[in-house]
């Protein structure tokens, strides 16, 4: 489906950020990305998604390398936008049409498809976002304007989602809506996520990134979640310090996952 090889990106201000990072995600697969603040996830994503590109390396989806000039072939740039949806991890980035019916519609209408009012209906149910239709999305609170987001992206039906924080302002039954519909889904989907817990009812493989988004781990989620000293290098469990009756002691900790001490 998407396949990295010895990827290096740079920053104009010169910060390199990856070095040789390799690695591929097949069709249907649910991938967890996890990484401390900083680490590369969401520039990882806009690398997968087309909107920035690497100095070296490649990255080709479907076989074909995705550049410039590549993108910038209407029927190529057409047929990867109808397949490839990336959600911001902010969603205000995503949002500017004046009420949230045409946000959701705006994508499947900007690709011709001839359904977009039944998608609206679909996906604005799905989320319980009928009562907002009618309102500008730049009025909703921060959760609502992330299930608009999701629902814009969403109604595209893309085979590949790359899903950047996407529960971060997600109440718990919305989030575990999310996690059902996509493992109900046969899509693609590459998730970054500090909420670990997410990852493990998710994620089937995980990609813990390093502090200069180095691969640190790629295999399954349950045994990174167990993994504490890969935890704690990859800065995603800290060690407390407690004292009892006078003794110290210290113990790895995340908060939201309880990883074996
Ligand atoms: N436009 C830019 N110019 C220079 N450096 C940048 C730019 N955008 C991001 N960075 C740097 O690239 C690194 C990776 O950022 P990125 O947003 O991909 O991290 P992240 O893993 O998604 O972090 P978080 O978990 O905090 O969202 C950070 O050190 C960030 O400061």
């Known amino acids: 489906m998407i396949e990295l090889h010895h990827l290096g990106f ?18 249907g697969e649910k991938v967890v990305l996890l990484g401390a603040n900083g680490c590369g996830k969401s520039t990882l994503l806009q690398l997968l998604d087309g909107l920035i ?8 989806w ?20 109808s397949q490839v949806g990336l959600l911001f991890q902010h969603p205000e980035a995503m949002l500017f ?10 994508g499947p209408r900007q690709l011709g498809l001839p359904d977009a009012d039944m998608r609206v209906a679909r996906w604005a149910g799905a989320l319980r976002l009928d009562p907002l239709l009618d309102k500008a999305p730049f009025s909703l609170s921060g959760g609502e304007k992330q299930k608009v987001a999701l629902a814009c992206l969403l109604a595209l039906e893309p085979q590949l989602l790359l899903l950047d924080e996407p529960a971060a302002s997600l109440d718990p039954a919305t989030a575990g809506w999310l996690v059902d519909t996509l493992l109900d889904s046969n899509q693609t989907v590459i998730v970054s996520t500090h909420n670990l817990s997410m990852a493990a009812e998710l994620g089937s493989r995980c990609l813990v990134l390093g502090e200069r988004g180095e691969i640190l781990f790629d295999g399954p989620v349950g045994h990174a979640l167990r993994a504490t000293e890969l935890l704690e290098k990859a800065n995603l469990a800290h060690r407390h310090k407690h004292r009892h009756d006078g003794v110290e002691h ?10 074996p001490e």
């Open 53 to 60: 590109f690497a100095e070296c390396g490649s990255v080709v």
């Open 10 to 27: 740079i920053w104009p201000d010169g910060a390199v950020l990856f070095d040789d990072l390799s690695f591929s995600v097949s069709a």
């Open 250 to 259: 210290d113990h790895a900790h995340t908060h939201d996952w309880d990883t």
């Open 62 to 81: 479907q076989g074909e390398e995705l550049n410039r000039p590549r993108l910038q072939q209407r029927d190529f740039a057409r047929r990867f936008r």
């Open 97 to 106: 049409n004046p009420t949230v019916r045409e946000e959701i519609a705006y």
